[in-house]
């Protein structure tokens, strides 16, 4: 069953960057995982996913939000499933890149990983729809709005890559 995760919209008392001194937070807001937070992980749109749940039975997902981040964030670094899995856990940069103040709520079990996969690729084989390139499309029109950029021009000397 599908349910939408709105959890890191609503900050916490007890969330561990309180606890930095003045240094290490101005280290933690320079660092990749706020820009991540920001501008990709906040424009996932977790409805786009609903088709690969049960509408009404079955439990309820583990967030969609936070495996498709974790997918991107797997290429970014270029992390084998087992690395992704262990700092998704233990380092608090890769939490605070997904809107997480306390890991204790989304632990899980690296098969959950494996299952979404599944899940993707046996929707894509029957509606033909990727949803990844959504996701991409969305963050891409959404930070070409925000920057204000005209792609109606190309520059000459730009490198065209497939």
């Known amino acids: 069953m599908f349910i939408e995760n709105l959890h890191h919209l609503q900050g916490s008392l007890f969330d561990p960057?309180?606890?930095l001194n003045n240094t290490l937070q101005v280290v933690?807001?320079?660092n990749w995982?706020?820009?991540?937070?920001e501008k990709i992980f906040r424009n996932i749109n977790e409805r786009d996913f609903r088709g690969l749940y049960h509408p009404v039975f079955g439990r309820a997902n583990f967030p969609v939000n936070i495996l498709v981040a974790l997918e991107i964030i797997k290429?970014?670094?270029?992390l084998s499933d087992k690395q992704?899995?262990?700092n998704y856990h233990f380092n608090y940069l890769y939490q605070k890149a997904l809107g997480i103040d306390n890991i204790n709520c989304y632990s899980f079990a690296i098969r959950t990983l494996y299952y979404f996969r599944e899940r993707y690729c046996e929707y894509e084989k029957q509606t033909g729809i990727n949803l990844f390139d959504q996701v991409f499309q969305d963050g891409r029109d959404k930070i070409i709005e925000e920057l204000g950029l005209d792609t109606s021009t190309q520059r000459i000397d730009s490198v065209m890559m497939s």
């Open 17 to 19: 960057e309180k606890n």
């Open 28 to 30: 933690l807001k320079n």
């Open 33 to 37: 995982s706020k820009t991540f937070y």
């Open 75 to 78: 290429e970014m670094f270029s």
């Open 84 to 86: 992704l899995y262990e």
